[in-house]
Nanobody
Framework: VQLQASGGGLVQAGGSLRLSCTAS????????MGWFRQVPGKEREFVAA????????YYADSMKGRFTISRDNAKKEVYLQMNSLKPEDTAVYYCAALTHFPDVAGTWGQGTLVTVSS
């Protein structure tokens, strides 16, 4: 599977963004999917994950209640709706196909930059 993330941009604190990740290949629906983020100079961190069917979701504590992960297997897309954004959410966001749910990634997509201004 190949992954391409999009939807990043500049937003003011308190605003919202919706990230999308489009997959190519036939195995999308077989994989749990996740979103991760990385700030320059820091390790990549887990954000959210969704199971193959979309029934189960899992979030990092700091994202609970603000971020929502979803997927559309027919479109081979996974989404991250981000609300109540904070300056500390500024990072490059990556989608990934998981090898172990919820936070072990096997295949990474190209990142998309999210910048939250104060």
């Amino acid at each position: 599977v190949q992954l391409q993330a999009s939807g990043g941009g500049l937003v003011q604190a308190g605003g919202s963004l919706r990230l999308s990740c489009t997959a190519s290949g036939r195995t999308f629906s077989r994989n749990g999917m996740g979103w991760f983020r990385q700030v320059p100079g820091k390790e990549r961190e887990f954000v959210a994950a969704i199971s193959r069917t979309g029934i189960s979701t899992y979030y990092a504590d700091s994202m609970k209640g603000r971020f929502t992960i979803s997927r559309d297997n027919a479109k081979k897309e996974v989404y991250l709706q981000m609300n109540s954004l904070k300056p500390e959410d500024t990072a490059v966001y990556y989608c990934a196909a998981l090898t172990h749910f919820p936070d072990v990634a096997g295949t990474w997509g190209q990142g998309t930059l999210v910048t939250v201004s104060s």
